[in-house]
């Protein structure tokens, strides 16, 4: 492909020094490995909240999707882990990634559980080589709904939106520097002040992990 100057994720941090090689900035390779830790995380989670009396037994849907009490399951649930769901939409990643890379490409098989484990195992094993060499902006923003809609069917809602970094807002109010306290949003990616000035993402990222 032909390399840009800035990361193709965020589209905001260039790409330079040792990342002048790679189409992705580290900030965002930390974000694509949260969120796919997150996906991990909240999918053998959805099936307690498909249906009543059911217990963490990991996604497994027959033909019958009747509850036990007779009532229809949450269909919102029900198209997180059935055909089209979260595991499809990342295998189509997966695969493309791996096709990217000339390797055998084959969608995962077996149960739900077996090919979701399977997938995310790919997608981190070849993570390296696609923030290398991939345009991965559609990959970043299917995972960013995926995670959310999952958040959102199980009731997950421990993890803050924000993180308050730890520098002060370097911005100039005329001859003086701003000062308040920078926060950065998961949700959109981005680095503002509590005075609402906003910043350069990956050069606030790195400054606080410093």
Known sequence: MTTSPYCTVCREDQLTGARATFTVCQACV????QHLDQVEHLWPQLPDFLERGRGHSGPRVSGDTKTSGGLPP?????????PGGVHDRLSR??????TA???????????????M????????NHLGWATAN??????TVELQQLAGA???ATGDR????????GSPCPTQDGDTECGAVLRYDKTTRAVHCDSGHHLNTAWHLRLASA
Do not use: C, K, Q
């Open 158 to 165: 421990d993890e803050p939106t924000t993180t308050e970094l």
């Open 74 to 82: 949450a269909e919102h649930v029900l198209d997180l882990i059935g």
């Open 30 to 33: 930390d974000w694509i490995d």
């Open 93 to 98: 990643h997966d695969v493309a990634i791996r």
């Open 134 to 139: 991939l345009d991965l902006h559609a990959f």
């Open 117 to 124: 484990r399977t997938t995310l195992r790919n997608l981190r």
């Open 101 to 115: 890379r000339g390797l055998a490409a084959a969608p995962a098989m077996g149960s739900a559980d077996h090919r």
């Open 150 to 152: 999952m958040r959102a």
